[in-house]
């Protein structure tokens, strides 16, 4: 997927995550998704080159960035928690929408079980 593709299907897939709400705290360059009031995604445009920033567990983020070229350390972002995908032929959009599906579930891991319980469906 190059790096256009890889936006628009985040943007769209994030979407029908259940809660999600799309803002732009940081301007409108820097689309940004939210669950429980917590950051799992953000999208952007660095040097050029559309960008998608995800919240992943530790133990995956240095595996990630070893099995996937196109996924580096978080731009910008804690590198033990955050990873960036770019355009590469190593990402597909069932990739792309399982690290958006792990990024949704890091949040809602760490919120309170209360808000755990009315986030998850089923």
Known sequence: MNGEAIVKHAHQFAL???FTEQTWPFGPEYD???VGGKIFMIAMI???NPIVNLKAKPDNVLLHQEIY???GPGYHMNKKHWITVSGGEDISPELLSGLITDSWHCVVDKLPKRDQKRLRPG
Do not use: M
Request: net charge positive; glycine share 8%; no cysteine.
């Open 46 to 48: 660095l040097r050029g």
């Open 16 to 18: 029908e995550l259940p």
């Open 69 to 71: 070229k196109s996924v």
């Open 32 to 34: 940004v998704y939210r």
